[in-house]
């Protein structure tokens, strides 16, 4: 059974920096693309960041691109979401999902609030 857990999340300070993680169990995880997203309250769903099974990263919106990095380690079967330069708009929910959106994690709060 997939299992999905992320951690990281908190209240952060505007232009400050979080780093989200995220465990995978339950499935071959290093043969598996893995996406970050996120939902603010009243919003619709948005992707994040994606990074295929050999690392490669993708998929970074405008909204994020060059704050953001996304990243893996395979031996520990986990992903992480490197998030800098954090600004108000970033507040919302973060989720760790295979491929690009099919299995959800819990999901992580970020605040980005003075």
């Given at each position: 059974?997939?299992?999905?857990?992320?951690?990281?999340?908190?209240?952060?300070?505007?232009?400050?920096?979080?780093?989200?993680?995220?465990?995978?169990?339950?499935?071959?995880?290093?043969?598996?693309?893995?996406?970050?997203?996120?939902?603010?309250?009243?919003?619709?769903?948005?992707l994040?960041?994606?990074?295929?099974?050999?690392?490669?990263?993708?998929?970074?919106?405008?909204?994020?691109?060059?704050?953001?990095?996304?990243?893996?380690?395979?031996?520990?079967?986990?992903?992480?979401?490197?998030?800098?330069s954090?600004?108000?708009?970033?507040?919302?929910?973060?989720?760790?999902?295979?491929?690009?959106?099919?299995?959800?994690?819990?999901?992580?709060?970020?605040?980005?609030?003075?």
């Open positions: 059974q997939v299992r999905l857990v992320e951690s990281g999340g908190g209240l952060v300070q505007p232009g400050g920096s979080l780093r989200l993680h995220c465990a995978a169990s339950g499935f071959t995880f290093r043969t598996r693309t893995m996406s970050w997203y996120r939902q603010a309250p009243g919003k619709e769903r948005e994040v960041a994606t990074i295929n099974a050999w690392g490669a990263e993708l998929n970074y919106p405008d909204s994020v691109k060059g704050r953001f990095t996304i990243s893996r380690d395979n031996a520990k079967n986990t992903i992480n979401l490197q998030m800098n954090l600004k108000a708009e970033d507040t919302a929910m973060y989720y760790c999902t295979t491929g690009l959106g099919q299995e959800w994690g819990q999901g992580t709060q970020v605040t980005v609030s003075s």
